[in-house]
């Protein structure tokens, strides 16, 4: 599988009906709902806004965040 976000080779952990759980090894491990991928399959993605959003998301002791909107995430990590 490609990673949603930044289209390298990952592997995927214990998917479950409503999200994946991705190990990409340039993104990290995260979790993202079906719905995300779909769109991550048709948008432009800021790259650097995921990873950033995902690595606060780490230190705030989230191992695997979950990523429920591209749209939603990419204005939370741009606005602050």
């Given amino acids: 599988m ?12 214990e998917p479950d009906g409503n999200y994946t759980h991705i ?3 340039d993104c ?6 079906r719905r995300a991928i779909e769109v ?3 948008e432009t993605i800021d790259v650097g806004i995921f ?3 995902l690595s606060k998301k780490r ?4 191992p695997a965040p979950m ?3 591209l749209k939603e995430k990419q204005g939370l990590v ?3």
């Fill in 2 to 13: 490609q990673c949603p976000i930044c289209s390298s080779d990952c592997q995927t952990i």
């Fill in 23 to 25: 190990d990409c090894p």
């Fill in 28 to 33: 990290g491990e995260y979790k993202i709902v």
């Fill in 40 to 42: 991550a399959a048709s």
């Fill in 51 to 53: 990873r950033d959003y």
């Fill in 59 to 62: 230190k705030a002791n989230q």
């Fill in 67 to 69: 990523i429920t909107s």
């Fill in 78 to 80: 741009s606005n602050g």
